[in-house]
């Protein structure tokens, strides 16, 4: 007797129950599984540097010693840059109570003279308490030690993962006979990671020292931190600018009132357009391979399985998953196309 095949409507479910159950298994071991593909991400990301020691033919040492001590060297500076910043903004914070008592009462009369109601005035007055915002700042603060001792798990898979990428290079290289689309795909998502890390960096720097120059000139406090953020906010899709522009146009309002903060504003804004409109496009171009709907698809699911380290990682954590799912399957062209927003051949 013949047997029919399964409904594909049985098969999409299935699929669908399965991704759910693995997302939620990744989430609960989020602690291990985020440092785990950040250290993937930045192998990857710094590969060609020790292709190009290879190609000089040095020591094995040198070609793992080398990018591995970049990448950590940055890190550590980051992490460094964040944590006394971050200190410093704690002690910052209830200095600036009697403005920020000043222009909520300047809020609440203008409310009042445009017909709000009282109700409605003291329920946003209770949802801005001066001492609340310390309390966030301080918890904030709070959470840079958890990722501070991440960081000598992140350093040990780097160290790991440095140590096993020229045989990891090798043993795919000869998998190309056996599964050659799948060492495509992996290959394919490599590139694609690499020259967006490479191209966002570039030009995340060249964002934040605006910001930095700007923030400086403007006399917002603490112009280093919120270049950092600005760096790190510009690997977020879609809504990397706002995070980036949120903390110190506040502040900014906090200590010069709303007029630095529109300054502050216009220079983010006018930043922004410039550097990721007009020049990152024609750089990176499509090398990502991902739809807009796809892209901001990815930040919510991948910020919801890893937490704010999946906002960071959604465009490489996506590549990865469309490189073992769709890319490798050769019946899979319709997807490729979904994902990416292109008709096949285009």
Do not use: C
Not at 74 to 84: F, P
Not at 116 to 129: K, V, Y
Not at 202 to 212: M, R
Not at 286 to 293: E, N, P, Q, R
């Amino acid at each position: 007797m013949r047997d029919h095949p399964a409904p594909r409507a049985l098969i999409l479910l299935a699929g669908i129950a399965a991704a759910v159950v693995v997302l939620y298994g990744i989430r609960e071991v989020a602690s291990i599984a985020g440092p785990v593909v950040l250290a993937l991400v930045l192998v990857i990301a710094v590969s060609p540097i020790r292709a190009r020691l290879a190609a000089w033919r040095a020591p094995i040492w040198l070609q793992v010693a080398v990018p591995f001590l970049i990448v950590v060297l940055v890190l550590l500076g980051m992490a460094g840059i964040v944590t006394i910043s971050a200190t410093e903004l704690v002690s910052l914070l209830p200095t600036y109570a009697t403005q920020f008592d000043r222009l909520l009462t300047d809020a609440q009369h203008w409310a009042t003279t445009h017909g709000l109601s009282n109700a409605m005035i003291n329920r946003g007055l209770q949802a801005f308490d001066p001492a609340k915002i310390v309390e966030l700042a301080q918890s904030l603060l709070g959470s840079l030690i958890g990722i501070l001792s991440a960081m000598f798990l992140i350093v040990v898979l780097l160290l790991a993962m440095s140590l096993d990428a020229p045989m990891t290079a090798k043993i795919l290289t000869t998998g190309e006979g056996h599964r050659p689309r799948l060492v495509t795909a992996l290959g394919t998502f490599a590139h694609k990671t690499r020259r967006y890390l490479i191209v966002s960096t570039v030009f995340g720097l060249i964002y934040a020292v605006f910001a930095v120059i700007a923030l400086s000139l403007l006399h917002v406090p603490l112009p280093l931190l919120w270049g950092v953020l600005a760096l790190i906010a510009n690997y977020i899709p879609n809504i990397g600018f706002v995070i980036g522009l949120l903390p110190p146009a506040m502040l900014a309002l906090l200590d010069g009132g709303v007029q630095k903060m529109l300054l502050v504003i216009a220079a983010y804004t006018v930043t922004n357009v410039v550097t990721q409109s007009f020049i990152l496009p024609k750089f990176l171009g499509d090398a990502v391979g991902l739809s807009t709907t796809m892209t901001f698809i990815s930040l919510i699911v991948w910020t919801f399985v890893l937490g704010p380290l999946g906002a960071i990682l959604a465009i490489p954590l996506s590549l990865l998953a469309r490189a073992l799912f769709i890319d490798s399957d050769p019946s899979a062209g319709w997807a490729q196309a979904l994902v990416s927003g292109k008709l096949p051949g285009k």
